[in-house]
């Protein structure tokens, strides 16, 4: 589409944001929710992707400058009953996203 500069995710993406105090990964179908930190305003930058291990770049209230957040999602897809190991296999890149 011309004119547009929107990443269309692909097979190997993930999707990360927040909203409403909650932070949200997104990938193969599945949209995760889980509490995000009280004063969490947003996510800026995914600095690394180490199967299901992730450093991101987050703006916080309570700063000016950006903070590293570490999430670790295996425990959360285990919480789920979602099996880690085969759910994050295919996920080769995460990118922030907001509406």
């Not at 193969?28 to 992730?54: C, H, M, Q, T």
């Not at 296999?89 to 990118?95: F, G, H, S, Y």
Request: charged share 30%.
């Amino acid at each position: 589409m011309a004119g547009t500069n929107k990443i269309r995710p692909t097979a190997h993406e993930a999707v990360l944001n927040s909203a409403d105090g909650f932070t949200a990964f997104s990938f193969g179908g599945y949209n995760i929710r889980f509490k995000a930190p009280y004063s969490l305003e947003r996510y800026i930058d995914v600095v690394k992707w180490d199967d299901g291990y992730l450093i991101v770049l987050a703006k916080y209230r309570h700063n000016d400058e950006p903070e590293e957040e570490y999430i670790d999602l295996k425990p959360i897809l285990d919480g789920l009953y979602i099996d880690s190991k085969s759910f994050l296999k295919p996920i080769k890149r995460v990118r922030i996203a907001y509406a």
